[in-house]
């Protein structure tokens, strides 16, 4: 079946340096895709999302790009600060009902 | 405006009882969402609704599991009777009709924590 994964499911990253989070999907119909991050204890908190009709979105310290050919999704951070410490879920639908990624856990190291 | 509300945040039960979830979603959204979160299978959609009307409940996992939504303000899901194995964290999420019709932005609650003992 149709599925959303993640490359990698731990990410260690030294404050100060940009962290990239990778995502593929495989539903090709997926015409929408979101970051979210999830803090420890809360729920999951909208970062940035984007449309397949674009290849890159920014937003404050973050970028999203999107790579429709081989169904790839990446989230850059820069200038990566410890409030940044989370599981990062990437998710696509193609008809509103999101479905996510299994997470990826970013750990910022002082 | 205060968010997603969801209640209770923790409940603890024993195996056979009656759980009852309630969200209080964001108001003027008109798409509710209750997800279950677990280390194994990571946030799996269980059923939407919009305006109050249920779309999709493929994702819930058995008759045990049902989901109300009686009025625009307050949702619930319940699990009767509980087992082990519906230990996990539930959301509830809500949001407004996307400008393309079918999407937008999910805001979430804090998530009720259920453990069944």
């Known amino acids: 079946g149709e599925s959303v994964g993640l490359h990698l499911p731990t990410l260690s990253v030294q404050e100060g340096d940009n962290s990239i989070i990778n995502c593929a999907y495989s539903?090709?119909?997926?015409?929408?895709f979101i970051w979210y991050k999830q803090e420890s204890g809360k729920g999951p908190q909208f970062i940035i999302d984007i449309r397949s009709n674009m290849d890159k979105r920014q937003g404050q310290r973050v970028t999203v790009l999107l790579n429709k050919t081989v169904k790839h999704l990446s989230l850059q951070i820069a200038a990566t600060q410890p409030g940044d410490s989370a599981v990062y879920f990437c998710a696509e639908t193609p008809h509103g009902k999101l479905s996510f990624g299994a997470g990826t856990t970013v750990t910022v190291r002082a | 405006d205060a968010g997603v509300i969801q209640s209770p945040r923790h409940e603890v039960t024993e195996m056979g009882q009656e759980v009852t979830l309630r969200c209080k979603p964001i108001s003027g959204h008109d798409y509710l969402f209750w997800y279950r979160q677990t280390m194994m299978r990571g946030l799996e959609l269980l059923i939407y609704f919009n305006n109050n009307v249920p779309i999709d409940d493929s994702g819930m996992p058995e008759d045990r599991f049902s989901a109300k939504m009686p009025n625009a303000s307050f949702s619930t899901l319940k699990i009767q009777p509980s087992e082990p194995r519906d230990s996990a964290v539930y959301f509830c999420?809500?949001?407004?009709?996307?400008?393309?019709?079918?999407?937008?932005?999910?805001?979430f609650g804090e998530g009720s924590r259920l453990t069944v003992l």
């Open positions: 999420a809500s949001r407004q009709k996307g400008d393309m019709g079918d999407t937008g932005e999910l805001f």
């Open positions: 539903n090709s119909a997926s015409d929408y």
